[in-house]
């Protein structure tokens, strides 16, 4: 679905990394890739870290998010984004999406703000979701937030490159979190990077992230830390990457495009956030199967199984997992609609021609018997 695409020039970049020596935790390709990852991104700072979560979970701590807390968030999204909301003790609270983004619904935010208002909660933080490469509706969140007084942690992991307005994701609140899992638009095999505009905030989070050790020599410790730095290597692989990025965006468009033609003539069938994806870096290409189509996203995904391709549903929404079943959520329908109807098709970079075309030929030959 969406596989590793390493090349030539991400072999050498981490043999020439390793071969400089600079194999022990930090080193002069971390600094190097904070510093591209951050103008990219359009902020000051970038702190390269071992995963998304651990982003998250840093970016959360650092705006002051602690037990006895409401942290408002996205009920659609992976599960990395209320696991670190529960780390730091806060309570999450699963807010609904739009239809046709899939991504925070900003009238049922507002709807979960003055609910903590009225309750006589803290609302420490609220967690956006820019879902599979398109940021969200940053036009109405940002203001809300200020309205309320609340921070704003973006989490970008799934949305480097994408913009929105013409800025670019991971450059909205007061933090953001990206993701260089496996999967994502680029990897550094696991990795994360907490961006940010502010010196203080990013100079603490490079302190957490390293066992929170005092400048002494002996280490002395003040406060409980979390080791949670990316290593020079993957770095290395991470700058190779980058320098990729735009044609690894290219070839996942083209996907997106190819599939727009192939279901632009089937009833009931959308291509997911197909309508608005200008300027995404359109990470997971999904389609929405609904009630009036001829087939079910079951149907479809078991012949795709068929010939081995994979395919899979949106994220289960948060406030429908077992292990978030007490959690508050401000819901109205929509993500478990779009659970029941979604189904997410191969989307890598990495794919080849002849893998292109076993998928679009395998759904040709579906379509022509349901359709
Ligand atoms: C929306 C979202 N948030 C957070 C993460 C966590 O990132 P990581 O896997 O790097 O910890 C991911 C991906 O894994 C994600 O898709």
Known sequence: MSSPDVTQAEEDAIVAALRSGWVAPLGPDVDAFEAEIAAKSGVQHAVALASGTAALHLGMLEVGVKPGTRVISSTMTFA?????????????????????TGNLN????????EQAHSDGATVSAVVPVDLLGQACDYSAIVPLCEEFGVPLVEDAAEALGA???????????????????????????????????????A???RYLSTQARQPAVHYEHTEIGYNYRMSNLLAALGRAQLRRLDEMIARRKAMRDRYKAIFASVPGV?????????????????????????????????HL??????????????HLQPVFAGAAAVVDGTSERLFAQGLTLPSGSALGDEEIGR??????QFLEQHV
């Open 270 to 302: 959308t291509v997911f956030q197909g309508d608005s994806d200008a300027h995404d870096n359109y990470w997971l290409t999904s389609i929405v199967i609904g009630d009036d189509a001829a087939f079910t996203p079951a149907q479809l995904a078991a």
């Open 359 to 364: 998928v679009t030929t395998r759904l040709a």
């Open 163 to 201: 913009t929105h307005s013409g800025r670019p994701a991971g450059s909205f609140g007061t933090c953001a979190a990206l993701s260089f899992n496996g999967n994502k638009i680029m990897t550094t095999s696991g990795g994360g990077m907490l961006l940010t505009d502010s010196e203080t905030l």
């Open 106 to 113: 900003p009238e049922l935010l507002r709807r979960a703000l």
């Open 203 to 205: 100079a603490r989070a």
């Open 80 to 100: 990395a984004t209320a696991n670190a909301i529960t780390y730091t003790g806060a309570e999450p609270v699963f807010v609904d999406c739009l239809p046709e």
């Open 305 to 318: 199984g068929g010939d081995n391709i994979e395919s899979r549903p949106l994220w289960k929404p948060m």
